[in-house]
């Protein structure tokens, strides 16, 4: 199953645009990042190379130094988690900081979690995706380094 045909048929949508503070903090502390693997058309983290749904980046290698990475929060985000580890421990990219939803019961975060080469940041409250209310599940900050 690729990237497209993951998403719902509802209305409901698993793409949450990442914050602009939060945008404005991590490129602050991580520089211009070299790639956006699941991004908008418009790209709004500015990453200097991105892939969009359409581009489907789970078949694509994922190059650059710092990779940034708010996959889309449904059933898939397993497979963009899998995918990142797989991209990081190959050495394509170097630094991996993933936008995720705080899902401690899912072992896509005990997956994560068991290992020392991974730092977790959690944050306090809700988020504002799209700049907007606040979001449904609280969220953390995953850096593969």
């Not at 503070?21 to 211009?32: H, V, W």
């Not at 068991?114 to 944050?123: A, L, T």
């Amino acid at each position: 199953m690729g990237f497209i045909d993951s998403m719902p048929t509802e209305n409901r949508s698993v793409e949450w645009a990442t914050p602009t503070n939060i945008k404005n903090d991590l490129i602050e502390e991580f520089g211009i990042f070299d790639l956006d693997p699941a991004t908008m058309p418009h790209n709004p983290m500015e990453a200097k190379r991105f892939f969009t749904k359409e581009d489907d980046a789970l078949i694509q290698e994922w190059h650059g130094e710092t990779v940034y990475l708010n996959p889309p929060y449904g059933r898939i985000i397993s497979k963009f988690i899998d995918k990142a580890l797989i991209e990081w421990k190959s050495g394509r990219a170097k630094k991996i900081v993933m936008l995720l939803p705080s899902r401690t019961c899912t072992k896509w975060f005990h997956l994560l979690y068991e290992h020392d080469y991974v730092e977790i940041r959690f944050y306090k409250g809700r988020l504002r995706f799209n700049d907007a209310n606040p979001a449904p599940m609280p969220s953390i900050l995953v850096i593969l380094d």
